[in-house]
């Protein structure tokens, strides 16, 4: 036996496993703080904008180009505009995921919740 | 009088310095494109003296080192292992927006980065890269980008219109925030100093000087916040860019 107190091994792992508890405690709480989301305001609102209008944009254009080679006036804008709304949605929803645990670095890319 | 100097659009100017013509395309050697040139310089520069592989590194090439590391991190965390291919790229891309970013906040010198047309530029590179490289790789599998999986098939389709948008809104959303920040932080950083300006050349020199302190102090206040948005929108670009990268890696996860 490699215990040095001749005891059984018992108690031993026992004292280590506290041991290796208090050090997990220590460490969380000596953790430096991961690098802050401290972006300011300005880019906070930027970035959920521009994620947004962009999506829009986009739904819309293609709405209007459908009309416009299909002749389905107006229904393709109206449409790409609500699909572009639900894309900026979710566009704004991915971009919110993206500093979720608050460390400001992406999560990794997570397989599909379903 | 005093407006016409101190007007915050100016600075944005492009000034052509030697008129060059390919068929109708104007290529002209401008402002913006010199301080591209400058930042490309001086990243040479930089990584060309301060690389001479010393075991113990100097200053110079301490900061290259941790540049790569912070970059190789940067792509490892959010593109997998895999992604490391195109660290070249990701790297090359971090450094010339950060020190574009960076030569903007030096007075008088023209930031190329606050036009849409450069950043868009940089934003559609990536997008080609990502749609070239995922056919490449996966060929039509690729497609599977727009059609996720475990999805009801009644709104599938619907979703996959959604996730086309959203794919094309990318480069978009991706130049637009980079421009939008450094235009709205130089136009922020001209007004309130030439408001500080303006209170003494109106009120004249002590009343002037009285109404210039709270002006002076916001310009004061917004120059490091502005150093740090030159560096956090870098580093969002790359960042996004290793997302969008990982998609090209491996499509159908999201």
Redesign the interface.
């Known amino acids: 036996m490699s215990n040095p107190n001749g005891k059984s091994p018992r108690p031993d792992k026992d004292a280590l496993k506290a041991l290796s508890d208090k050090l997990e405690a220590t460490k969380k709480s000596h953790q430096e703080p991961e690098i802050q989301n401290?972006?300011?305001g300005?880019?906070a609102g930027?970035?959920y904008?521009?994620?947004f209008?962009?999506?829009v944009?986009?739904?819309a254009f293609?709405g209007y180009m459908i009309d416009k080679y299909v002749g389905t006036k107006p229904w393709g804008l109206l449409l790409g505009l609500i699909?572009?709304l639900?894309?900026?949605v979710?566009?704004v929803i991915?971009a919110a995921k993206?500093g979720m645990d608050g460390s400001g670095?992406?999560l990794?890319?997570?397989?599909?919740?379903? | 009088m005093i407006a016409a100097g101190l007007d915050p659009i100016s600075q944005f100017e492009i000034v052509k310095y030697a008129e060059l013509k390919i068929g109708k395309y104007d290529i002209s050697f401008t402002n913006s494109s010199l301080m591209m040139l400058v930042a490309v310089g001086c990243i040479a520069l930089w990584l060309l003296l301060s690389t001479k592989k010393s075991l113990i590194p100097g200053r110079a090439q301490s900061i290259a080192e941790i540049s790569y590391e912070f970059v190789a991190d940067m792509v490892r965390s959010a593109a997998g292992k895999e992604g490391l291919k195109f660290f070249p790229f990701v790297f090359t891309l971090f450094i010339f927006i950060l020190f574009a970013n960076l030569l903007g906040m030096i007075p008088f010198f023209f930031t190329t980065t606050s036009h849409i047309i450069v950043t868009f530029v940089l934003a559609m590179m990536v997008m080609s890269l990502v749609i070239g490289y995922g056919v490449f790789k996966h060929g039509f599998k690729f497609l599977k980008l727009f059609w996720p999986s475990g999805i009801p098939m009644a709104i599938l389709p619907f979703v996959s219109i959604l996730e086309v948008i959203s794919f094309i809104s990318r480069p978009i959303s991706l130049s637009v925030r980079l421009w939008a920040n450094m235009f709205a932080g130089h136009i922020l950083l001209k007004l309130f100093a030439g408001f500080a300006i303006m209170m003494v050349t109106g009120l004249g020199l002590f009343p002037g000087l009285l109404g210039a302190i709270v002006p002076y102090a916001m310009t004061l206040a917004l120059v490091p916040l502005e150093f740090l948005v030159a560096f956090v929108q870098a580093y969002v670009f790359a960042l996004l860019t290793c997302v969008y990268l990982s998609d090209a890696l491996h499509p159908g996860h999201h």
């Open positions: 401290d972006r300011s300005m880019a930027l970035k904008a521009s994620e209008s962009a999506a944009l986009v739904g293609l699909f572009g639900g894309a900026g979710l566009n991915r993206e670095i992406d990794p890319p997570e397989p599909d919740e379903d």
